[in-house]
């Protein structure tokens, strides 16, 4: 409670606030920023939401995402702000792809508020535990400040922790966030459009596209992994825009009995490689993500590498065999 005032005052002493979505944001990320902007807006504030990438064409049926520009956090003129909040924001690198600032106007501040036990702490003040999303994360923050939950906004943190809980399933879900949940339902939050939003609203060359990973798909000699990887021009021939692939990695890397985590590597253009990691129960995917320069939970994490998607492959090999 006492760090969640710290959020607050900040806040309070705000006039004008910047918001972030992470690179390549995800709905977490996405519900997260636009919670924030309604609850600050609520309290009069005025704000600025940026995102380094595109919207992923599906995030974009949320009510708000017209508010968000696509820009560049390093060439933001940062004296026109008094607070910049980052959410689900890991490092600094998960807010630009450019050279990350090393100097702020005096009075600027920065908060960082997310839910990944890789975050660095690179703020001025760092709200930051392991819950299940920073949706949930949240929740409980604005039920601290006694923030009045309506329909609409409990319906962006419903949708928040049910897709990061990939459904309730990843172990990162404890009891508290199934009274966050609860507590959003009674609250107004709908949990069939959030179902049908989340687990039940692929197009069908998204399934094309996952038809490809399986085929792809290999096993490592030891047995302990699996991976799968899909170059640009497969994905091209099948006619996927490269924001409409989530959700492979956690469909397919984790569920082969005998391995203990899987891979999902996927070339999105030129040297762009992102790779995700899915464990089955307590093997700490987290550890290879930060060795190859990306972080996230010990079940769920994620890393962007610049080279050709068969070097990318080798060294990926490399490390993780190294933790085998």
Known sequence: KKESKKVLS?????????????????????????????????????????????????????????????????????????????????????ITRSPYPKEFPE???????????TNNKYADLNFVYPFSSTAELLYWLFKDWGTKIDKELADLLFRGI?????????????SKTFSAASQLIEKGASLNEAVLFSLRSFNFKTLKYWGKILNNMQIDESGKFIWSKITAEERKELGVDPTEIEGAASLFAPVVKGTEFGIIL?????NLIRGSLRSRANFDVSKIAVELGGGGHKQAAGFSLEMPILEAEKKILEVVRKYI
């Open 10 to 94: 900040l806040i309070k002493k705000a006039k004008k606030i910047l918001l972030s979505l992470h690179v390549s944001p995800d709905v977490d990320s996405l519900t997260s920023t636009l919670s924030m902007n309604l609850v600050l807006k609520r309290m009069g504030k005025k704000t600025r939401i940026i995102s380094y990438s595109q919207i992923p064409p599906k995030l974009l049926e949320y009510a708000g995402h017209d508010e968000i520009e696509i820009a560049d956090f390093s060439k933001v003129n940062f004296s026109e702000f008094d607070l910049f909040i980052a959410l689900d924001s890991a490092q600094e690198r998960m």
């Open 162 to 174: 049910m897709t990061d809980t990939g459904g309730f399933q990843y172990p990162m879900t404890s």
């Open 107 to 117: 009075n600027f501040k920065i908060i960082n508020i997310d839910h990944h036990i």
């Open 266 to 270: 996927n070339e999105e253009s030129g």
